[in-house]
């Protein structure tokens, strides 16, 4: 492999960022991910880089010494590998178009270069993870074999600890401790020399200080129990990493394209707007695009979470990653890959991996001061009683190290990161794009919600809610007439309502001398009769009689109070009938403020800029607790930072004028067919067309928010409990370690609690 080969690639970083992106195996602590980073940082030009515990990921200027970051990687057991370099596309590391760009190019590279040296490569390279994912695995395999076989051999001198010399004894004490802790003692030693105190130097110094006493026993149970307790972080991690890998594993990686009349197979980042592919039942469609040719059934549950498939025809729009479940569709790419539904989730969800919540900050800040505090208070322990009390060195000694376990910082560290991975990795495979940790733990915080009107809570198209009708012989068929191939919304929703009640358009008669009256409606000859279809304003065209004219006001102000739009049908001398239209409650929004006030969220807010009388019908239908009308998107903007003084509000809408109003809330969320200035805006994407997924989400979130407050809570009393047994003397060792590995193995099994649980 040559160096150009060899090289990383330009990561799709926003704000022009030139770090390039490298895959790090063997991280299994969150704390010593944070100290390595520091330590990176140190090095020239290494100031703005990022060790991202999370997912693995290094990001780091190509002027830094890559072989020094090698050495700060190794001294923790960690290790660069294969660059990921079709991160940019396959999953979506890419930010932005430029970006995009770059990850496209340099996953088409890794095609070309796997071509070349071989299919094993092409799939290290395109993936970005199967290198070093293989290669971890290994390590993990080795590492407990060794703790197996350490444990079998300490067992051992439980029944030949009478029939052996004791210093074979201590020898089988001291391969098993090696065996089980070897890595944690070198790092350890490197630590001590280096004055960096952490995990391992704690671990080290107990285990040096336990031998040099004699406590032979307990020392190696003290290494065996730390070396399945790393085991054990690791594991907690790594299922919350390959839950997320899992979901980005729904990206295509090649295309049919139809050029000339044949079918060439193809990366998918040579795709360009325009091109028509095929794809056959049970492939990925490889890019968004509409349905040229064919019919069939699209799965989209990698885009919206909803299971069930969708009927699709020509003209159809479809979802890049999504599945043809039936028939061969032919379909015309609509955006480069780069810029499609499915990689813009990609690169969000593993950016929203490695943002850090408050609570993260929080806890890194404190783990920073806590270790050296630990050390201090070992220090105390083990000279102020013998010094001032008279008591024993070696008891107090053993005091000290049994302090130096407890102090581990591990669980503490990993009480948020898995709990927040899970919950986002869950929240997307359910539909719901969450950006960022900080995100999901303002969700799990809310107690008011803001809902733009047309388009979230409503359809956002007209349709009819109640109808008058005075000749039921003619009001269907001449509206429709009269209605069809008008584009206005309104007629539309008309014509849909008389198909709706059987009158097929072919059956509707051809008005004559159609004419177009501006601000009242049409006029046209129908079997030698005008009709005039329209606003109110017709009446003043007809000659009607008193009292059917003070009939049909009645039922017109009837009609407008309940906040319909009225189109009447009518011919020279009798109104035929009224149609009432209002924007189309989306049927599933009662039953999703129902669950939200069910929930806790003790304020529903509507905001539109419709007038009074149809905000009044839609709000009383939807359930909120409040709702303002007539409101311009600045004056939207004004009520969200009204509220915001009085609860965590999350504002969801769709539209372009709700991009200030999601920006301004504590917490933006979008409808995911909506505009695009939305759900760039937003920091949460419901990538369905309606609400349906909004309260589980929620419940997601704080049950994410609940197990962050557990896992420190659990973490700090596990250790207060066992620094507090010092004071009688009580602290032994093992109580040490298994206080330290208990908080570690709850703190990581609450974490990944997350994931479990049925997404309704």
Known sequence: MNNQDSAPKTAGLPNGDSRREYKVQGLSCANCAREMQEEIQKLDHGKDAALLFNSSRLLVRPEVDLQRVQRILSGDGASLVTPSTAGGTDKGSGTGKAGHKHSGHDHEHGHEHGDEHGHKHENADSHGHSHGHTHGEGEGRIGQWLLTISAVLYAATFIVDTRIPGNALILMYIVSIVLSGYSTFLRGLRNLFRLKFNMDTLMTVALVGASLIGEWKEATLVAILFGLNELLEGYGMSRARKSMEALLDAAPKQAVLVQDGREVTVPITQLRIGDLVLVRPGEKIPSDGSVVEGHSAVNEAAITGESIPVPKKPGASVFGGSVNAEGLLKIRVEAAYEDSSLAKIMHLVQEAQDTKTPTELFIDKFAKYYTPAIMAIAALVILVPP???????????????????????????????????????????????????????????????????????????????????????????????????????????????????????????????????????????????????????????????????????????????????????????????????????????????????????????????????????????AGVTDWYAGLLPEQKVERIRELSAKWNVAMVGDGINDAPALAASSLGIAMGKGTDSAVETADIVLMQDHLGKLPGAISVARQASRVIRWNIGISLTLKLIALLLTIPGWLTLWIAVMSDMGATILVTLLGLTVLLGKDK
């Open 387 to 621: 010094l001032f009390f008279g008591q024993p060195w070696m008891k107090w000694l053993y005091e000290g190290l049994a302090i130096l376990i407890v102090g581990c910082p591990c669980s503490l560290v990993l009480s948020s990161p898995i709990a927040l991975v899970s919950g986002m990795t869950r929240s997307a495979r359910n539909g719901v794009l969450v950006k960022g940790g900080i995100h999901l733990e303002q969700l799990g915080k809310i107690n008011a919600i803001a809902f733009d009107k047309t388009g979230t809570l409503t359809m956002g198209r007209p349709a009819v809610i109640r109808e008058v009708v005075y000749d039921s012989e003619r009001f269907y068929r001449i509206a429709g007439a009269m209605e069809t191939g008008s584009l206005h919304p309104l007629a539309e929703a008309i014509v849909r309502q008389v198909e709706a009640g059987g009158l097929a358009r072919a059956a509707l008669p051809k008005p004559s001398g159609l004419t177009t009256l501006p601000g009242v409606g049409l006029s046209g000859d129908i079997d030698g009769t005008q009709y005039w279809v329209g606003s109110e304003e017709v009446l003043e065209l007809l000659a009607l009689p008193a009292a059917d004219r003070s009939q049909v006001a009645g039922d017109l102000a009837r009609l407008k109070e309940d906040g319909l739009t009225v189109v009447l049908a009518a011919d020279s001398r009798r109104v035929l009938g009224l149609f009432g239209l209002a924007d189309e409650l989306r049927p599933e929004s009662p039953d999703v403020i129902a669950r939200l006030h069910r929930s806790g969220i003790a304020h529903t807010v509507m905001l539109t800029g419709d007038h009074a009388g149809s905000a009044r019908a839609v709000a009383a239908k």
